[in-house]
Structure formats: structure tokens, C-alpha cells
């Protein structure tokens, strides 16, 4: 066995691990809505008025597959979606770790981090293999807890 001594330093430099890790979130988000936010201004959403100051909740899982915002392919796995520079739009578009600057998880980078030493370690002996076949992200089926997706389907572990 190869053992590979991987730092946050040594991490750092690899990009495509990042974009990975943030495809990953975009298709299954952890959380079905953002924490609750206030509206900034007056809109109209889907036909339904909601009047400045109105308490909301986004929701998660749609933003992060919408046609309108990653394209058609919007289910598809493609890290390069986060390849710098990334665009405004994509930034936006984004809910991973919340949305702003000010309202983003406070442990988002030791999240980010602890995946990356992680996955680092672990791809580096290791490949992951669901055991069933999906087309489709969203028929990977998930337990539905109060506010948070688990992925309910089993992986296996092949040494390399």
C-alpha cells in the first residue's frame, strides 16, 4: 500500500478537488433550504407577492438544479462548472454553504478542508463505487428528515 502524506498546503494547489467537492454539494445538498432571510425588496416569485422584510427560506435543491441557472444539463456532474474564474452568475447561482457573504456557514472552510484531507487520503487507496447504477442524481433515493436530505443507497470500497 501507498501512503501519501497530504497536507492543507499540498491540498491547497489542487483546484479540480475543490470544483469537485462543490459540484458534489451543488447536486446533493446536505440542507433543503437556507437559513431563514429577510427580503430586501418588494418581488414577485412564481406568481406569489412577497413584500419587502417578508421572512424567507430558499429552497436549496431547486436553485442548485435549475434549467435557468446551470443549463440544461443542470443534472449532469461537471466540476468544471467552478473552474476560475468562476462567473458571477455561477457564485450566485450557488447555495452550498448559504448565500452572501455575511449569512455563508462560519465553518465552511474547516468543512471544505476536512473533505478535502479526507477524500485526499481515502481516493488515494481507494475507489468509490455505488452499488446501483444511477442516470440520474435525483434518483438516488435520500431519507427525508426535517429540513436536511440523507442519501439512503450504499457504496463499496475496491482497493486500488
Same mark, same amino acid.
Given at each position: 500500500?501507498?501512503?501519501?502524506?497530504?497536507?492543507?498546503?499540498?491540498?491547497?494547489? /489542487?483546484?479540480? &478537488? %475543490?470544483?469537485?467537492?462543490?459540484?458534489?454539494? @451543488?447536486?446533493?445538498?446536505?440542507?433543503?433550504?437556507?437559513? !431563514?432571510? =429577510?427580503?430586501?425588496?418588494?418581488? #414577485?416569485?412564481?406568481?406569489?407577492?412577497?413584500? *419587502?422584510?417578508?421572512?424567507?427560506?430558499? %429552497?436549496?435543491?431547486?436553485?442548485?438544479?435549475?434549467? #435557468?441557472?446551470?443549463?440544461? %444539463?443542470? &443534472?449532469? =456532474?461537471?466540476?468544471?462548472?467552478?473552474?476560475?474564474?468562476?462567473? !458571477?452568475? #455561477?457564485?450566485?447561482?450557488?447555495?452550498?454553504?448559504?448565500?452572501?457573504?455575511? @449569512?455563508?456557514?462560519?465553518?465552511?472552510?474547516?468543512? *471544505?478542508?476536512?473533505?478535502?484531507?479526507?477524500?485526499?487520503?481515502?481516493?488515494?487507496? *481507494?475507489? /468509490?463505487?455505488?452499488?446501483?447504477?444511477?442516470?440520474?442524481?435525483?434518483? /438516488? @433515493?435520500?431519507?427525508?428528515?426535517?429540513?436536511?436530505?440523507?442519501? %439512503?443507497?450504499?457504496? *463499496? &470500497?475496491?482497493? &486500488?
Amino acid at each position: 500500500m501507498i501512503y501519501l502524506d497530504f497536507t492543507l498546503k499540498s491540498l491547497n494547489k /489542487i483546484n479540480y &478537488l %475543490d470544483q469537485v467537492l462543490s459540484e458534489c454539494q @451543488r447536486l446533493c445538498p446536505i440542507f433543503m433550504f437556507n437559513v !431563514p432571510e =429577510f427580503a430586501s425588496q418588494s418581488m #414577485t416569485v412564481g406568481g406569489v407577492n412577497i413584500p *419587502k422584510n417578508t421572512m424567507v427560506m430558499l %429552497d436549496v435543491v431547486s436553485l442548485n438544479h435549475s434549467q #435557468t441557472s446551470w443549463g440544461n %444539463d443542470a &443534472l449532469s =456532474f461537471r466540476p468544471e462548472r467552478f473552474a476560475p474564474p468562476v462567473s !458571477p452568475a #455561477t457564485l450566485k447561482a450557488y447555495h452550498g454553504f448559504g448565500n452572501g457573504h455575511l @449569512r455563508r456557514c462560519l465553518g465552511q472552510y474547516l468543512v *471544505k478542508n476536512l473533505h478535502k484531507l479526507f477524500l485526499a487520503r481515502l481516493l488515494s487507496q *481507494k475507489q /468509490i463505487q455505488l452499488t446501483v447504477n444511477h442516470e440520474n442524481v435525483n434518483s /438516488i @433515493r435520500r431519507c427525508r428528515l426535517p429540513f436536511i436530505y440523507v442519501p %439512503d443507497e450504499s457504496v *463499496k &470500497l475496491v482497493q &486500488l
